[in-house]
C-alpha cells in the first residue's frame, strides 16, 4: 500500500498587533469580543493596513527553510460565507504567496515546501452543547480575528504518519529559534492534513491540534482508508474533523477546491515589493537555526548528535536551560543525561514546559551536586526531584528536610522486617533465585525510602541470610 501525505500548518505569528489594525493578538484574559476595532470587525468603509513585521517574520521563516524569495506578491480575499469572518472574505494569498519554494532535510528524507504566504485568523467559533457537528448554538468571539498567520504548505512527501510529526517538531523549533510563535500558546499552531492511499482521493483533516494528534488522525485515516479499499469502496474527496477524545476522524462535508472559492485581488492593499537588500538585510540578523545548533553542541558540548537533538527539538527553551546549566556545572554529558531524562519525565508527568515551571538552573545544577558531593544516592535524586519539579524548592532545603542519615543498625532493622514478611522470598532466594534477591532489595529500599544503598543492602541480606 502507498500513502501520501501532505501538511498545511498555520501558525500564529506573535507580533505585537494584528495582521492590519493595531489591535494586541494577545488574547489571554481578555473578554470576548474586547480586542476588536472596525477594521477586524469588517466595518464598511474601514481600510486595513498590513503589519510589516509579518512580512519579516514570514520572509525569515522562508530564508531558514531555503525558499525561493519571490519580488512581488499581493494579497487576495478569498471569498466565502461563514460566520467566523465578519467582511465575509478572509484576506490571504492565492495567486501570489510571499515564500516560494524550499524544503526541510529530516533523517533520510528530504520535504519540500510548496509555498508560505500570510493571512488573516478567522474568529473563533465556541460550540455549545456539542462540538463542530452537534452543538445546539455557536458563540463568536472575535478576539482571534485579524491575528496574523503564516501558511506553511508542503508536498505531499511524507510516506508516514512519524514522518509528519517529525517535521512538525522540527518546523517547531525553527519557529521558535527565529521566535515568531510562541508554542505555549493554545491553538498557536495548528494544522492541516491530506492523506491519500494507492494514488486515491485525498481526505482533508481540519484544524488538528498538538503533533501527537496529527500522528494519531493521521494513522486512523490509514487504517480506515484501507478498511474501504479492501471492501472496494470509493474514497471521495472530502474534508474532516479529528475528535481528539476518541482518536477518530469524523465527515464534515464534501472537500471543497480551491478554484470553488473566488479569490480576487484585495485593492484596499498595496502590492507587496520585496527587493534583494531587504532579503540580504533579514539573512544577516537571521539567529543561529535549531541545525546548527546541534552541529555546536556537539563540539562545544561533546554530546553526541540524538541527545543534542532532543534537547534542541524537545522545546527551545529546554536548550536554553541545558546551556545556561552548563555554565554553573562542571560536566555538561551528565547535565544533559538528567535534563533530558528524569527532568523532562518529571515536567511531562506535570504537563509542562520548562519555561512554564519553577525549575531554574540554579537549583537544578544543586542536586547534582548534592550527588557528586556524596550527600544523597543518585537513586535518591530521582525521587527528590520530582518533589523539586512539583514544588521548586532547592533540592539543597528537601535534602535537609527529608534526609535521616541512617544508621547500620536502621538498614538492618529494615532488613530483618523485609526478610520476616517475605518468607517465601527468602525460601527461593536460599534454592538460588536471584529475582527474589533483587525483590527483597526493593522491598528494603521502600522501608528506608530509598535512602539506602543497594550494594550495601544485598550484603546485609546475604549476611543474615547465612545466619538462619
Ligand atoms: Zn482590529
Known amino acids: 500500500m502507498s500513502v501520501m501525505i501532505g501538511l ?43 503589519n510589516k513585521k509579518v512580512i519579516d517574520y514570514a520572509l525569515m521563516t522562508g530564508l531558514a527553510l531555503g525558499c525561493r524569495i519571490p519580488e512581488e506578491s499581493f494579497m487576495s480575499r ?48 465556541v460550540h455549545v452543547g456539542g462540538d463542530i457537528t452537534s452543538a445546539e448554538y455557536v458563540l463568536i468571539d472575535y478576539n482571534r480575528s485579524g491575528i496574523p498567520l503564516m501558511e506553511i504548505v508542503t508536498e505531499p512527501d511524507f510516506t508516514t504518519p512519524k514522518q509528519a510529526r517529525q517535521f512538525l517538531e522540527k518546523l517547531s523549533s525553527i519557529l521558535e529559534h527565529l521566535n515568531v510563535y510562541d508554542a505555549s500558546k493554545e491553538m498557536s499552531l495548528r494544522v492541516d492534513a491530506n492523506v491519500s492511499i494507492n ?23 490509514i487504517i480506515r482508508q484501507s478498511g474501504m ?19 477518530t476522524t469524523k465527515g464534515l462535508r464534501k472537500k471543497e477546491y480551491e478554484e470553488d472559492y473566488g479569490y480576487v485581488f484585495d485593492p484596499d492593499l498595496p502590492i507587496i515589493k520585496v527587493d534583494r537588500a531587504w532579503v540580504e538585510k533579514i539573512k544577516s540578523s537571521m539567529p543561529e537555526l535549531p541545525d546548527q545548533r ?42 544533559a543525561n538528567w535534563t533530558t531524562n528524569e527532568l523532562q519525565k518529571s515536567l511531562n508527568w506535570r504537563s509542562e514546559r520548562i519555561n512554564d515551571s519553577k525549575v531554574k ?6 542536586l547534582l551536586e548534592l550527588i557528586d558531593s556524596n550527600v544523597i544516592t543518585e537513586r535518591y535524586a530521582k525521587e527528590l526531584i520530582k518533589e523539586y519539579v512539583d514544588t521548586g524548592t532547592s533540592p539543597k532545603e528537601l535534602a535537609k528536610k527529608s534526609i535521616v542519615k541512617l544508621s547500620k543498625k536502621d538498614i538492618e532493622s529494615a532488613v530483618k522486617q523485609a526478610l520476616d514478611k517475605n518468607k517465601k522470598a527468602v525460601e527461593e532466594i536460599k534454592s538460588g533465585k536471584t529475582e527474589s534477591l533483587q525483590f527483597l532489595i526493593g522491598q ?20 543474615m541470610l547465612k545466619k538462619q
Open 294 to 335: 546541534v552541529k555546536r553542541f556537539t563540539s562545544q558540548y561533546k554530546l553526541n548528535e540524538y541527545t543534542a537533538s532532543v534537547l534542541i527539538y524537545t522545546d527551545k527553551h529546554l536548550a536554553d536551560f541545558y546551556e545556561e546549566c552548563c555554565k554553573l556545572y562542571k560536566d555538561p554529558i551528565v547535565v
Open 444 to 463: 528494603v529500599l521502600t522501608l528506608t525510602k530509598k535512602q539506602a544503598d543497594p550494594k550495601e543492602i544485598k550484603a546485609l541480606i546475604l549476611e
Open 199 to 221: 494514488g486515491g482521493e485525498r481526505i482533508e483533516v481540519k484544524n488538528i491540534t498538538g503533533f501527537e494528534n496529527v500522528e494519531k488522525a493521521l494513522n486512523f485515516e
Open 8 to 50: 498545511e500548518v498555520h501558525v500564529q505569528l506573535n507580533t505585537e498587533s494584528k495582521l492590519f489594525c493595531s489591535d494586541s493578538v494577545d488574547t489571554r484574559n481578555k473578554a470576548p469580543n474586547e480586542n476588536t476595532c472596525p477594521i477586524c470587525l469588517g466595518f464598511p468603509g474601514s481600510k486595513p493596513k498590513l
Open 229 to 247: 479499499a479492501r471492501m472496494e469502496v470509493k474514497i471521495e474527496r472530502e474534508v474532516r474533523h479529528f475528535d481528539a477524545e476518541t482518536g
Open 78 to 125: 478569498k471569498i466565502y460565507f461563514y460566520p467566523d469572518l465578519a467582511k465575509n472574505y478572509q484576506i490571504s494569498q492565492y495567486e501570489s504567496p510571499l515564500v516560494g519554494e524550499g524544503y526541510m532535510n529530516l533523517p533520510d528524507l528530504k520535504i519540500r515546501i510548496r509555498r508560505i504566504h500570510i493571512e488573516e485568523d478567522p474568529a473563533k467559533l
Open 361 to 366: 538552573p540554579k537549583t537544578f545544577v544543586e
